[in-house]
């Protein structure tokens, strides 16, 4: 996946602060991995894209990634909500200020 | 408080992937208001300060600032850790996606 366009464009987009314009940017990015922002949640498949594609760097502090998709059970029923990314988000978060 | 310059510049920051900047941005405003990274956590003051220049756009998603600090606890003990304050963004983040 290379330049996603699904993003919506907010009117007032020059206006957010730097840290808004990097919330926006997070979010953004879940909804271009969940197939061009037509559901609410990331299947396991799209969440290892997302991961190894976005995350070259901090992804090793999400954990194993193929322990992790594991535990989200059935490959073809499991779902990653937004919540549970950004608690993904916040883990590579963390492990990037312990370095 | 105006430009920040405390954050650690990264060696390889120029290969980052353009979500991994976004989380170093808000990783970097957390150490910005935590008194120039001299300490891991922000007091309610700073917290403060930080949702009201940071998010004049997002921070009403992260519900009324002041019941939030009221819950921290004593002003002179309360601490919001990083882990918290990610919690907090991501508060931002989802009530800027019901929009």
Redesign the interface.
């Known amino acids: 996946m290379g330049q996603c366009n699904c993003r919506k464009k907010r009117k ?1 987009s020059q ?13 953004n ?1 879940f909804h271009c991995y969940a197939v061009k922002g037509q559901k609410e949640y990331l299947t396991p498949n799209e969440m290892r894209e997302l991961v190894v ?6 992804g090793k502090c999400v954990g194993p990634l193929d322990e992790k998709i594991e535990c989200m059970g059935d490959p073809d029923e499991a779902k990653l909500e ?2 549970e990314y ?2 993904m ?2 883990d ?3 492990g ?2 312990r370095k």
Chains 1, 2 share one sequence.
């Open positions: 007032d206006e957010l602060t730097d840290v808004e314009r990097a919330i926006e940017t997070v979010i990015q594609q976005k995350l070259p760097h901090l937004f919540g950004w608690d988000m916040g590579a978060a963390k990037c200020r």
